[in-house]
């Protein structure tokens, strides 16, 4: 979690902030032509990806979350079993 964290939802963020800033810059300047209307339609598509894209991971972190606090509390409750097992029924292996 801790890579989606600190590099994809950034990274797919800066990624979606350099085709803006530089597609709007060209829709600007051909505003008055055929290709500026496209190159804005494009955009307007593509920031809808990029939302779509944003709130996909943002569901996966969420889910990833909840996966992890499931296990680890599956985990507790399976330790805290063999715990209560009696120190003549132990396996060595508990001394390591």
């Not at 715990?83 to 029924?89: D, E, F, R």
């Amino acid at each position: 979690m801790a890579a989606l964290e600190q590099h994809i939802e950034p990274d797919s963020q800066a990624a979606g902030r350099i085709v803006d800033d530089a597609t709007e810059a060209a829709a600007k300047g051909l505003r008055e032509w055929a290709t500026g209307a496209g190159l804005t339609a494009a955009l307007n598509g593509w920031r809808s990806s990029v939302k779509a894209l944003e709130a996909r991971l943002s569901a996966e972190k969420a889910a990833l979350a909840g996966t992890n606090r499931l296990f680890l509390g599956t985990d507790g409750r399976i330790g805290s079993q063999f715990s209560a097992v009696s120190p003549l029924q132990q396996s060595r292996l508990s001394e390591y």
